[in-house]
């Protein structure tokens, strides 16, 4: 589809007279492939493994395009491949610019086929490239939201002690009550602020909840 910028890619290897390997089928090849040199190979539709085979093969994946996130630089990472990217959208979270991968700031084949000769004097790293695609794995995003989820309980847990213990200095001390806005009847400043304790219990109780479900 056009906003994936296939014809960025090609015309950008075309050239430094890189080869280019293009997986997947769209209603875009046909123009692509008349587009295109010597040096492309369209392979179509394939199986996920041959995906895998050809990511590991290559000596960078590119996404020309921008993408909302987009799975196909986390995917080329695991297997140990930088990736070459528009430096918008969801590739600004999954590439690191400089260590697994490389970024170009504008969307002409200038700037992607100067991307494409910086890559190749990029030491690869295979443990940083696989340890950073790990980094969003469903497992590591359940521990950082308990971890998230801990943070908030421990914060609710001070705020409720110090209001009580507030209130337990102000016993004594009484304070207009207020009804809808209307002024009511007095009530000491203890009641007040430990209706506030009572209302944090229950945020504990459903945060406690919601940490109880992360991983469902």
């Given at each position: 589809?056009?906003?994936?910028?296939?014809?960025?890619?090609?015309?950008?290897?075309?050239?430094?007279?890189?080869?280019?390997?293009?997986?997947?089928?769209?209603p875009e090849?046909?123009?692509?492939?008349?587009?295109?040199?010597?040096?492309?190979?369209?392979?179509?539709?394939?199986?996920?493994?041959?995906?895998?085979?050809?990511?590991?093969?290559?000596?960078?994946?590119?996404?020309?395009?921008?993408?909302?996130?987009?799975?196909?630089?986390?995917?080329?990472?695991?297997?140990?491949?930088?990736?070459?990217?528009?430096?918008?959208?969801?590739?600004?979270?999954?590439?690191?610019?400089?260590?697994?991968g490389v970024?170009?700031?504008?969307?002409?084949?200038?700037?992607?086929?100067?991307?494409?000769?910086?890559?190749?004097?990029?030491?690869?790293?295979?443990?940083?490239?696989?340890?950073?695609?790990?980094?969003?794995?469903?497992?590591?995003?359940?521990?950082?939201?308990?971890?998230?989820?801990?943070?908030?309980?421990?914060?609710?847990?001070?705020?409720?002690?110090?209001?009580?213990?507030?209130?337990?200095?102000?016993?004594?001390?009484?304070?207009?009550?207020?009804?809808?806005?209307?002024?009511?009847?007095?009530?000491?400043?203890?009641?007040?602020?430990?209706?506030?304790?009572?209302?944090?219990?229950?945020?504990?109780?459903?945060?406690?909840?919601?940490?109880?479900?992360?991983?469902?």
């Amino acid at each position: 589809v056009p906003y994936k910028r296939v014809d960025l890619a090609i015309d950008a290897c075309q050239r430094i007279g890189a080869s280019l390997r293009i997986v997947g089928d769209g209603p875009e090849r046909a123009r692509l492939e008349a587009h295109a040199g010597p040096n492309v190979t369209f392979l179509g539709r394939v199986s996920n493994e041959r995906v895998r085979e050809e990511y590991r093969a290559a000596r960078a994946v590119l996404l020309p395009g921008e993408e909302d996130f987009g799975i196909v630089p986390l995917e080329a990472q695991a297997c140990g491949r930088p990736v070459v990217a528009y430096s918008k959208g969801g590739a600004l979270e999954t590439i690191v610019d400089g260590e697994t991968g490389v970024l170009f700031d504008e969307p002409t084949a200038t700037s992607l086929s100067s991307a494409l000769q910086e890559v190749e004097r990029l030491p690869i790293d295979l443990n940083r490239l696989v340890a950073h695609a790990a980094s969003f794995s469903r497992d590591h995003h359940i521990e950082r939201m308990r971890a998230a989820i801990d943070d908030i309980l421990a914060l609710l847990k001070g705020l409720r002690g110090a209001l009580t213990d507030l209130a337990e200095q102000h016993a004594d001390t009484i304070m207009p009550g207020f009804t809808h806005l209307q002024v009511a009847q007095p009530v000491s400043f203890a009641h007040h602020v430990l209706a506030y304790v009572e209302m944090l219990a229950r945020d504990q109780q459903r945060f406690s909840q919601t940490r109880a479900r992360t991983n469902q």
